[in-house]
């Protein structure tokens, strides 16, 4: 199966109110592409070099969302075009984009990456830690927290992911009833998304089932 078969199936399989971001880490420009001749304008990326190497030969409305860590030191080079960061996961990376995003004269889109995963190895915000920056975000006026991301365990048990999804949902809601500029929730990888969308997800980030495996 070739990569406008597989976008096109991975759209009929979600709802309509589900943004799809297309993950491309890895891939090639051609293979961007053929996604975007299929009408895809949302690709992820997680390295900064990477994104704005293909940003500057893609497409202008190709719209760019950050998905992976995040060095403060870097924001500067994504500052212009990114249209939403996904794992912002401190107060001095939300001053520095921040202050970046004042430098280029406008407002960058961020979620808050939250732990939900049991292993240890993976980024991400305490409840208590996201409550207390969003609260102090809110005078930054050159960043917006539009929501949240979480990513689930790397496992096979169902039951396990269906739980991180639902306590991230009801986490989500419980914010948003606080913070009313809380929209997006961006939950779900190519193994788990169905499940994250019957958890409540409205933003999903797909790479292999759109791209095939990763080298
Ligand atoms: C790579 C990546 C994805 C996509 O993973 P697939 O399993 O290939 O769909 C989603 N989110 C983040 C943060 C990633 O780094």
């Known amino acids: 199966m070739n990569i406008k078969t597989r ?27 053929q996604a975007y001749d299929e009408g895809q304008r949302i690709f992820g990326e997680n390295k ?8 500057q030969i893609l497409p202008s409305d190709i719209k760019w969302h950050m998905v992976g860590h995040l060095q403060r030191n870097k924001v500067k080079y994504i500052a212009s075009y990114v249209s939403l960061i996904h794992s912002v996961d401190s107060m001095k990376l939300i001053i520095e984009i921040n202050k970046q995003a004042n430098k280029n004269q406008r407002i960058i889109p961020c979620l808050l990456q939250i732990k939900i995963a049991g292993e240890t190895t993976k980024f991400g915000l305490s409840e208590d830690d996201a409550t207390q920056l969003l609260e102090n975000s809110i005078k930054y006026k050159n960043i917006k927290i539009n929501g949240l991301m979480g990513m689930a365990s790397l496992t096979k048990n169902e039951l396990q992911i269906h739980n991180e999804f639902k306590k991230l949902k009801n986490f989500f809601d419980q914010l948003k009833s606080k913070f009313n500029q809380l929209k997006i929730l961006s939950m779900g990888m190519s193994s788990d998304y169905k499940l994250a969308i019957k958890n409540g997800s409205n933003m999903i980030r797909i790479g292999s089932q759109i791209f095939g495996p990763r080298n």
């Open 7 to 33: 976008i096109k199936e991975t759209l009929n399989s979600i709802p309509k109110y589900v943004d799809l971001v297309a993950i491309s880490k890895t891939k090639s420009s051609e293979e961007i592409i």
């Open 48 to 55: 900064v070099q990477e994104m704005t190497e293909k940003q």
